[in-house]
């Protein structure tokens, strides 16, 4: 299985297809790379494709300290580092958009192009981080999730009624506790707001968001595209939290003639 060691970490990524044109994928909360299975099936004869699986996700060996998105945004450089690739298209959803803003205010020269998927530069809402951490509570719990807290967090990303929730759930189910707490520290936990300096990246972005994100609201999204300074906005009409993963086609769609461009 091939893993970097990078950070005192040692993670976990795909390398898949080949040649100078790159895009490296990263994951959200509880997910991990397949969640861009899609993406990479229809990119791979064109784009050299990368995924990784961050700290405390996946097949991804995580020491157990506390970390922020920026660690994580450091994490990817060293992985472009690790690979030998000096400029890339950084394409993250959710926490794995926060932490390629992180990446490219950090390393500007070494992003070709932003993919920002259903993710946003400020923290999160008041009102739904106090109910996220009821969820993780009842989560973490002696005697391991109840079915009623993964229907719960699977509405939030998934959406509902989507035929693959019930495989993510049982990956969920088999999160040690330890790492279920240590990744959502880092979410919740997240008091930086970089909204004020995207309009320091200059690079073309695309930001996708689905139209029922009951995560990230789509008036964030909206707003967040107008204040980048070269953005595109494509909405999923009726995509939940994860639109790539459960509306693959039309962000495929939007994806394609993006990567094209750029």
Not at 126 to 146: Q, R, S
Not at 161 to 169: H, K, S
Not at 249 to 261: I, K, M, S
């Amino acid at each position: 299985m091939p893993h970097a060691e990078v950070n005192g970490q040692r993670l976990f990524y795909e390398d898949t297809g080949s040649g100078d044109d790159v895009i490296v994928f990263s994951h959200g909360l509880f997910m991990d790379h397949t969640m861009f299975d899609a993406q990479v099936r229809s990119l791979q004869d064109r784009w050299r494709c990368v995924r990784w699986d961050e700290r405390g996700h996946g097949r991804t060996e995580t020491t157990a300290e506390p970390f922020t998105y920026w660690d994580s945004g450091a994490d990817l450089l060293g992985l472009l580092d690790h690979l030998g690739v000096q400029r890339a298209v950084l394409a993250g959803m959710s926490q794995g958009g926060y932490l390629s803003l992180r990446a490219a205010l950090t390393a500007p020269d070494r992003v070709r192009a932003l993919v920002l998927m259903d993710t946003q530069p400020g923290p999160e809402d008041a009102e739904k981080a106090a109910g996220y951490h009821g969820l993780i509570d009842a989560w973490t719990a002696p005697g391991g999730p109840p079915q009623e807290i993964l229907d719960t967090v699977a509405q939030i990303i998934l959406g509902p009624g989507w035929a693959g929730t019930p495989a993510w759930q049982e990956r969920w189910r088999q999160l040690p506790m330890d790492r279920v707490r240590q990744v959502f520290a880092t979410l919740a936990g997240r008091e930086d707001d970089v909204a004020g300096r995207v309009g320091e990246l200059t690079m073309p972005a695309l930001v996708v968001h689905g139209s029922d994100d009951l995560a990230i609201d789509v008036d964030i999204a909206r707003a967040f595209a107008q204040s980048l300074p070269d953005a595109e906005l494509v909405i999923v009409d009726g995509a939940g939290h994860a639109a790539n993963l459960t509306d693959p086609d039309p962000v495929n769609a939007a994806l394609g003639p993006f990567l094209e461009r750029v």
